[in-house]
């Protein structure tokens, strides 16, 4: 039996589509607009600036009260190409290196319209874009050398490894015999304080740390930042000396966090050090590989991260050096009964029948904490099934070829300084005026004008709209940064920033504008 169709049933209630096959039509027409304007844009990127800020005449349209009646999806769409569109942060064009902020592409961009127009609920169920995502967490799994691990797509990097982190405190009240889903974090009067559950990460570790211990009511004392060497790598001495003293003290140590490209220097801890350690020791070993777990794709730079394989759960996104559109990450934990043992829970509303929509299937809400959830898997399905992983792995190497070159840029310049090694693709430098040293006789005299100089220039090569770079702070040095995780960019978009950078240093020393 089908449903029947009665068309004035259809036009009389009310619905957000179009009411007529005529403003279908011109609906049709203005999607059309919109692609068209949105290949235009992608094309021109090379020959736009790579930032402009929002002019105050135009922000005014922000604070307008919420509109009472409707103005159509033409005029609406016209204040968005005029008001939106040409004002966002940067991070599509092929001058962007700033943060760590994936670039996006054309293809995915179509998928995640794909995907909203389904528009299918991804707590699971019995569909096939379940099995995209299962199939999606499959390969990566495989290519993390975690075959079998369980996984989910997340919001981002921070939320992947909330869930990590998540696991491995679970995984620890069991082995102790407690309930910590049922009594949390907190002291009932009917039970003796437990206690405190600690874990560690090196001082180079993503502030996602911070608020992961606030969040899951641990507490930033339950952080235990352990100072790194020279190379910004963890201090393994470092790290077994305060577990040793923080078991003294009757704590309870319970994970470990690896990084894999750190977000400052881009560096990697010693993992396989840290898998044989946490091994020894009976800990969870949890890798931060936001951006760096991804060379695992690349041939040429696999080494690099090796122990990726035997994290106990693994965060990477998909929307940095996976030059996916955001929101896309993975949170993978090898074993999938420590996986549902953090989140799984009974409702009856949700309930499974044996045939039917509910039936079978993966049940993400089972493994996360979202309930809700959209179709994130669909993009990197369809990018990777167009290109094959291995485009990616290159994306990946010639990012690292290019922030090496302006490495040697760097190196070879005189009015410019290298601030920290730079194993892979960020890199830390600034722009150091030939006869500073004679100038001050105070060194941090000289380090304060060298970071006025150095922020002084960061704004005037983004506001030029000439590239953006970013910034940091190391040892209490200014830096511009350059974290390149951009598939658009040429060995000439490097060149560009590189003799941008000189030429304004000389110009803010010089005092000209
Ligand atoms: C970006 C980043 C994160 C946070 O990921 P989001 O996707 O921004 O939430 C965590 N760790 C490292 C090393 C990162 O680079």
Known sequence: MTASHDTRAYAERITLDPGSDENWQSLRALGHRMLDDLFDAHQALPYVPAWRPLPATKAELFSESGPEVGLGPDMVYDQFRSHVFPYGNGNWHPRF?????????????????????????LAGFNQAPAKVEQQVIGWFAEWMGMPGASGLFVTGGTMANVHGLACARMAMAARLGRDARKNGVQTWPDESAPAPLVFYGSTETHSWAKKAAEWLGLGDRAFRRVAVGPDRRIDMDALARRIAEDRAQGLVPFCVIGTAGTVNTGTTDPLEAIADFC???????????????????????????RGVERADSLAFDLHKWGSMPFECAVALVRDADTH?????????????????????????NDIGLDLTRGFKALKIWMQLKADGVAKLGAVIDQNIEQVQYLARM??????????????????CFRYVPSDTSREFTDNSAR????????????????????????????????VLRVAHVNHRTTDQDIETLFDAIVEIGREVVSGRD
């Open 447 to 478: 380090e304060t004008f060298l970071n006025d100089v150095n922020r002084e220039i960061l704004m005037r090569v983004q506001e030029q709209g000439i590239a953006v770079p970013s910034s940091t702070v190391l040892d209490g040095r200014f």
């Open 279 to 305: 091994a020894r020791e009976s800990l969870w070993f949890h890798v931060d590989g936001a951006f760096g777990a991804l060379l695992a794709l690349s041939p040429r730079h696999r080494h690099v991260v």
């Open 340 to 364: 549902a043992a953090a989140f799984k829970s009974e409702a009856a509303y949700l309930g499974a029948l044996p045939r039917g929509v509910s039936a079978g299937g993966q049940r993400f």
């Open 97 to 121: 290196f700033g943060w760590v902020q994936g670039t996006g592409t054309p293809l995915a961009m179509l998928a995640d319209m794909l995907a909203s127009g389904m528009n299918p609920h």
């Open 410 to 427: 760097v190196d070879a310049h005189a009015e410019c300084e290298r601030v920290a090694e730079a194993p892979l693709n960020v890199l």
